[in-house]
Nanobody, 122 residues
Framework: QLQLVESGGGLVQPGGSLRLSCVAS????????IGWFRQFPGKDRESIGY????????TYVHSLKGRFAISRDNAKNTVYLQMNSLKPEDTAVYSC???????????????WGQGTQVTVSS
């Protein structure tokens, strides 16, 4: 079973940047669409966007496009989420997930990481 591990979260000041990584336990990551999601305390998980298995296509939730960017390095079994111009309202647990369909809905993803906390605060 594919396992995903996120890293790179932490405390950052408003306006700062972070790059999250999602590393797969197997070399089969290139078979999957990878989505990034975030969950605010007490709220449902929301989609950030996804990247195709080849890395040629990315889709973002409209409100985050331009600040967030997803990329992947299949040779390293790793997908990245670059987050720029961070705001306090971006504080959440960020998770990556692997699936077979290029969709933003979380039900489309089969394998999930445990998540990494991102806190934006001065």
């Amino acid at each position: 079973q594919l396992q995903l591990v996120e890293s790179g979260g932490g405390l950052v000041q408003p306006g700062g940047s972070l790059r999250l990584s999602c590393v797969a336990s197997e070399s089969t990551l290139d078979r999957y669409v990878i989505g990034w999601f975030r969950q605010f305390p007490g709220k449902d998980r929301e989609s950030i966007g996804y990247i195709s298995s080849s890395g040629d296509d990315t889709t973002y939730v409209h409100s985050l496009k331009g600040r967030f960017a997803i990329s992947r390095d299949n040779a390293k079994n790793t997908v990245y989420l670059q987050m720029n111009s961070l705001k306090p309202e971006d504080t959440a647990v960020y998770s990556c997930a692997a699936g077979n369909y290029p969709l933003v809905s979380d039900w489309a993803y089969k394998y999930w990481g445990q998540g990494t906390q991102v806190t934006v605060s001065s």
